[in-house]
Every structure is written in C-alpha cells, then in structure tokens.
C-alpha cells in the first residue's frame, strides 16, 4: 500500500501541522504534498521529511504571504502527479483535497474544516478585506466556491476533526463524515496539587478568538486573568484590560505547561473547528469555561470537566464564572477524560481507517 499525504501549506506550527507530525509518525515512508513550505518556522522534525511543493513555492513572498496565492492554490493541486500511489490522505482546509487521483486510488480526506473563507466566514472576510479587494472578492470566492464543491467529489471517504465540522462538510459539500478528533499529546502534560489564584486563557490574540469578552467579563469580575500568547489584537485587548488581567506574551511550552497546571479553569470565548487548547487543559487537570458551539462539544463534559456559557458576550461568560465558583470539579476526573484524545489514540484510530477502507475499497 504506497501512500501520499497532501497538505494545504506548511508555513507555521498549528493544529493541522501536528496532524500532518502523527500522519508522518504513521505512514514514515509516504512523501507530503504542500503548496508552500517555510521550514524556518516549522520544528525540526519536517526537515527530515519528504516535502514536495508546488509551483507557488517559487513565487515572491510565497512562504510568508502565501494567502494572495489563493487563485493559483486549485491549480497547484491539480498539477502534483499521484499516479503511482494507492492511497492520497489529504489534510485539508483549503485546497489540498482538492488533488486529482486515478479511477483506483483511494482519497480520503481528513478536514479540518470547508473552506471557511469561502463559506462561512465569507461576508466577514470580504468585510475586512481591503478597499480595492472588495470590488473583486464576490466574482473570485464564486469561481472559489464552485470549484470547492467540485473538487469535494474527488474525495472518497472524508474524516471530520470535530461533530461541528462533520456538519459543516454535509451542509456545504452533502457528504457524510466519520468523526476522528485531532491528536493532544497528553503525556506532556502532568495535574499537580499546587492550586494558585487565577484564570488562563491561551491564545493567538486574533479577532475571532473573542479575547475581549474575556476580557470585559474580567474587568467587570476583577478577579486575576492571565492571558498567554501575542497577535494583533493584543495593544487594544491591553488598553482595554484593568489591573487585575496580565499578558505574558508568547512563553515556551514548559512554561505554559505550569500555568495550565495551577490555573483555577481555563478560559475559552471563542468558536473554533475543535480547539486543542481545553484539551491540554484538561490534560492538566483544570476545568474549561467555554462558549458553547463548536468543537468543545466533543472536548469537554459540561458540569464534570467544565462549564459552556450560551451567549457569546461578556453577560453569559460572567455568569458562568459565577457558577463556576460554586462546583467542585475532580483533577482525576478531568485528566481521565483528557486521555481519551491522547496522540496514541489518534494514530490508532487513523492507521485502523484508512487500512479498512483500502480493503474495502480494493474488495478484499
């Protein structure tokens, strides 16, 4: 059984490119397909891989401005020969599922999520685009969004990262979805007894996270916020905090390890395709308050490893805080739950799919 594995771009460390880590960790010998790869911003683990990339590579600014290739990004799938392997998983959010496989080789796709800016985030991405793409976005996102849905048809057999997102890919691309969440490597995080007096949040501060609410909930509460990581949004979510909120920027893992470790709960206002962050948490043995849409549904217990607050605003996230207070959540409890998402569990699950599928596919 020779595979490829195709990925959207490898350009910086996230969710999808610790897939991409487990999918290599399963298939060693398969080859990784990707429109651009930056390995200045990648760890060392990709370089000792086999990454072929597409023609977009070469162009200016590519690996750092790769979204403005986005035009090009359909054709440069469609141009990686992948004749000779029997199974193409691809990873996709974009554009990767995308690739054209012969009558027998099987295609199947893990999704992160359907293209959001083609879909679901279309109307706030043509928003905040600048003045002179605005004028140009509705004609491109609908060449986008035909060829996304045709190029749906190409897969075989999807896996859904989340019960959210398995729903977005029968909304938009009427397919079904098996659910298989993404890998937590729950053995680097460890519950300890020390408890100290705050809260956590960590994130990229971007707009969509939603930090604000945090943030306003905190101000109006005054208890200790701590909020780790660094984005755009961070001078503004600075100007609007109080004295009680603390940024610590970006820290290495071991340090962000600590924090999770002794936090009170960890925080989480937005709405994300899964979210791997409450599952460290809980790996940490720390409760998760989070808005309640999306992939935390899958990841946390509401009333045994956290809470949900119904209303994304800074009402129903305080409100929750209150009764928050008022539970005694267990450590044990929490990490047992954890363990179940576990990178172990993940490979197994995705070597265990993909090999009953090819048999069924190839009628053995």
């Excluded at 799938?77 to 974009?94: A, I, P």
């Excluded at 780790?228 to 001078?235: L, N, Q, T, V």
């Excluded at 709405?271 to 599952?279: A, K, M, R, S």
């Excluded at 305080?318 to 044990?332: G, H, L, P, S, T």
Aim: glycine share 4%; aromatic share 14%; with cysteine.
């Amino acid at each position: 059984m020779k595979i490829a594995i195709v990925h959207d771009w490898l350009t910086n460390m996230g969710g999808a490119e610790r897939v991409i880590l487990a999918f290599h960790e399963i298939f060693p010998d398969a080859p990784i397909y990707t429109s651009v790869y930056n390995p200045d911003k990648l760890p060392e683990e990709f370089r000792k891989m086999n990454i072929r990339t597409s023609f977009i590579q070469k162009l200016p600014k590519a690996k750092t401005k790769y979204n403005m290739y986005l035009p090009f990004m359909p054709t440069a799938f469609e141009q990686f020969e992948l004749s000779e392997y029997d199974v193409v998983l691809s990873s996709s959010s974009s554009c990767a599922k995308g690739v054209i496989t012969r009558p027998d080789t099987l295609h199947i796709c893990y999704c992160h999520t359907p293209m959001r800016y083609a879909w679901d985030f279309y109307h706030e991405y043509k928003e905040n685009a600048p003045k002179w793409q605005k004028r140009f976005i509705p004609f491109l996102m609908n060449y986008v969004r035909m060829w996304d849905r045709l190029s749906a048809d190409r897969v075989d057999y999807f896996i859904a990262n989340s019960s959210a997102v398995a729903k977005r890919i029968k909304k938009h691309y009427r397919k079904n979805a098996v659910v298989i969440n993404p890998p937590v490597n729950v053995d680097f995080y460890t519950p300890v007894n020390e408890d100290e007096d705050y809260f956590l949040i960590v994130s990229r501060l971007v707009e969509y996270k939603r930090i604000d609410i945090a943030v306003e909930a905190f101000n109006d509460l005054g208890l200790p916020l701590i909020i780790i990581g660094d984005g755009p949004e961070k001078s503004k979510l600075q100007r609007m905090a109080k004295g009680n909120i603390k940024f610590l920027g970006r820290l290495p893992d071991e340090e962000v390890k600590r924090y999770y470790a002794r936090c009170r709960a960890f925080i989480f206002p937005g709405e994300e395709d899964f979210g791997i962050t409450p599952l460290e948490a809980q790996a940490s043995g720390r409760p998760v308050i989070a808005f309640g849409k999306g992939g935390v549904l899958d990841s946390v217990i509401d009333g045994v490893t956290g809470l949900f607050f119904k209303e994304q605003n800074k009402e129903s996230l305080k409100e929750a805080i209150k009764r928050f207070e008022k539970i005694d959540f267990n450590k044990e409890i929490i990490r047992k739950h954890a363990e179940k998402f576990d990178v172990k569990i993940f490979k197994e699950k995705i070597y265990e799919f993909v090999l009953n599928k090819y048999r069924e596919f190839k009628g053995d």
